[in-house]
């Protein structure tokens, strides 16, 4: 399976979850999932950015995907995977390295 560059989101914010309060903020988990993703799949290209829900970038799909979490009380931070929600609250490396696999990437 040919593999393409997958684009992972978090989407979150400074302040943590009402309901995920003992859980690390949003920007933690981008770094942790930046750092376990390099290390599962080691010279296997990905973008990963995190975006502010309250500030996000003006790219419109980003916009409104960021409403979306505010609007449906999504917990976060959301994950997604080239459109895909992989994870919400507390997402699971599991889920994660799954999806990636469908899209081609291979542990190492």
Not at 50 to 63: G, L, V
């Amino acid at each position: 399976m040919e593999r393409k560059e997958a684009k992972i989101f978090i989407y979150g914010a400074e302040q943590v979850c009402a309901s995920c309060v003992n859980l690390p903020s949003s920007k933690e988990t981008y770094e942790w999932l930046e750092a376990a993703i390099s290390r599962k799949y080691p010279e296997q290209a990905f973008h990963i950015q995190y975006i502010d829900i309250y500030s996000p970038p003006e790219e419109e799909a980003i916009k409104l995907f960021a409403t979306k979490v505010v609007e449906e009380d999504m917990f976060y931070p959301v994950v997604l995977i080239n459109d895909t929600v992989v994870g919400e609250g507390n997402p699971r490396l599991k889920s994660i390295f799954s999806e990636l696999e469908k899209h081609g990437y291979q542990a190492r």
